[in-house]
């Protein structure tokens, strides 16, 4: 029988799958479709805003810079990681399209505690500090549609620690490809973004040589696919969700 704290990590996951695969419900002010049109409401002339455009290996910002401001990413991905004293690092997400970034200054975080990185080139929307507080307090559906953002990542952050603690590096390595790759998001293609082994390495806590050990397991076994790009069958998603 399984040990229950596994089976509650997989529950977990499944939860918040699940979450990021329902659609939300028709609301006013263009926000129906999550990134498209919150992408245009924060680019709308009635908020404050900056559109920059980074490329690949771009610092966006440095752990211990001043939080002032919130990201909304447009286009690209992003890589957030943190440094011990002793230089030793490790990637605490991957973020894309869709995603916010930096938002922790609006809880009174004064200073970056991980350093963003471009993983690929890309674009995003800078709304600093005050103005997004401002939407947040005036804007009731902009602000409902981030609390639900935020709930989900918090969800995520618990089972990422649960997935540390509990699940093997295989498992781990598993669930990181099932989430890069986006699974859960309405007509979603299951094609995982340009990752190095050594970033995925830095993501589950093991060694390159044993996330390229086991990439080459999922392909043999047809878990996933190399055609240029790396794409994720259903074959893993059944294996880890339900093993």
């Known amino acids: 029988m399984s040990h229950p704290t596994v089976m509650m990590a997989t529950t977990s996951l499944d939860l918040t799958l699940y979450a990021w695969s329902v659609k939300k ?16 409401f924060l680019n709308s002339d009635g908020v404050s805003k ?17 939080a002032r401001s919130v990201l909304y990413i447009q286009e690209g991905s992003i890589k957030l990681a943190v440094s011990s004293a002793a230089g030793k690092e490790a990637v605490v997400a991957i973020l894309g399209p869709g995603d916010f970034l ?13 350093t963003a990185t471009a993983m690929t080139q890309g674009s995003a929307l800078v709304i600093e500090k005050g103005e997004m507080l401002r939407l947040l307090h005036t804007e009731h559906e902009f602000s409902g549609r981030f609390i639900s ?23 781990r390595l598993a669930r990181a490809l099932v989430l890069l790759a986006r699974y859960g998001k309405p007509n979603q293609t299951l094609i995982l973004p340009r ?37 994720i069958n259903n074959s893993l998603l059944n294996l880890f969700l339900h093993e």
């Not at 620690?161 to 498992?171: G, W």
């Not at 990752?195 to 996933?224: H, P």
């Open 25 to 40: 419900p028709t609301q006013r002010h263009g926000l129906a479709e999550p990134a498209a049109d919150v992408f245009a």
């Open 195 to 231: 990752v190095s082994q050594k970033v995925l390495a830095e993501m589950i806590g093991t060694t390159r040589t044993r996330v390229n050990y086991f990439m080459n397991k999922f392909r043999k076994l047809g878990f996933i696919e190399y055609d240029g790009v790396l794409k």
């Open 102 to 114: 930096g938002e922790a200054c609006l809880a009174g975080q004064t200073r970056r505690i991980a």
């Open 149 to 171: 953002y935020m709930v989900t990542r918090s969800l995520r952050t618990e089972e990422d620690l649960i997935d540390q603690l509990f699940n093997s590096s295989e498992k």
């Open 50 to 66: 900056r559109r920059i455009e980074f490329r690949k290996r771009q610092t966006l910002f440095s752990q211990g810079d001043p």
